[in-house]
């Protein structure tokens, strides 16, 4: 099952493990990037639905997300300044970027897991990217130099089925870009360090640091189908909404040298055995996760959470039941008779014109 981003509402991943597990057919290996590393740990480390579902809306999540704070980078004007030039640049990745001190959130130290309890019920692995530039060479024209290792983390089952494969990025589809063609595999990372490493962010974290070496997270590759199609002979994803084109895409051309459109339109018409769709899901949960809040006197970006626990939880449950509730319906129809077949054909034309 691919758990491909998220951002914020990585809780409907928890919910459609769920009710695939209800239905008999949970996955033997989640393959996770960015927000869905979260949920993908969770899962890992709780064998048991309702104990994932629980420390989803736990105090301790609750807590930790109160704790992310503004940097001195998330002036207003200057982030939308960024954002513009980014916006009317075509330049695949022209300098090294700086993710080490452009980023607009600082985030507390360690992320809420809980302790592993059981036998774990499923296999892990996880997307994130290892910078192969410093500090010191941040802003430097990158010409044709490769700036990114894809890496997974992952037990010894998954790295023995992936040794030897190229990363999925490394294919000439994708163009010109910063991202090398070597895949990584890294079994001694802890599966909860490797999900705070495929959370960092080019806009929101800083990149990590993890045993002397610096990681951006799974942003580099959401859509690993590649991998997960290496790992398994049927693949669990979503049918994904498309991304905001103000900030996200202008970030992946300008940081990574990726077209995210083009990714994205592959990753939704990519054969799957079972596809769930989650395209509405801003309108959807359009409150339920962390809001940005942009506070013009002040000139500054925030991120604010729901103003009590209560409400938290409350979100927390929207997100579950959501994931639940559209697992469920893929269940019900099988792939290719699904009237969103139909319809994935509709975005995809769109797409293509993106």
Known sequence: MIMGGGGFRFGIYIGMYAALREAGKAPDVIVASCGGAIAAAIIHNLPEPQAQR?????????????????????????????????????????????????????????????????????????????????????????????LFAETVFCGERAAAALRGMTSPLADPRWGEHAVAPELLIDSGVPITEAARISIADMIYFRCRQYQGAEYIGGVLDLFPVEIARQLGTEVVMEFKEAFDQVFSIPAWRSVLGLNGNARLRYANTYLADLRIDSSDISKALARQQLQQKLHWSRNRIELAMPPTYDIFVQHARDQWQYGYDRAKEALAHPVGRHPDVRRATRYSRRFADL
């Not at 001190?101 to 309890?117: E, M, N, V, Y």
């Not at 410093?134 to 024209?141: K, L």
């Open 54 to 146: 629980e420390w989803l809306s736990s105090r301790a999540m609750y807590d930790f997300w109160c704790g992310l704070k503004s940097t001195r980078h998330a002036a207003l004007l200057a982030t939308l300044a960024r954002a513009a030039r980014r916006t009317l640049s075509s330049a695949r990745a022209p300098v090294i970027p700086d993710l080490f001190g452009d980023f607009l959130f600082d985030i507390p130290s360690q992320l809420p897991f809980p302790a592993a309890t059981g036998t774990p019920e499923v296999d892990v692995a996880i997307i994130g990217g290892k910078l192969l530039f410093d500090a010191n060479e941040v802003g430097r024209p990158r010409g044709q130099r490769k």
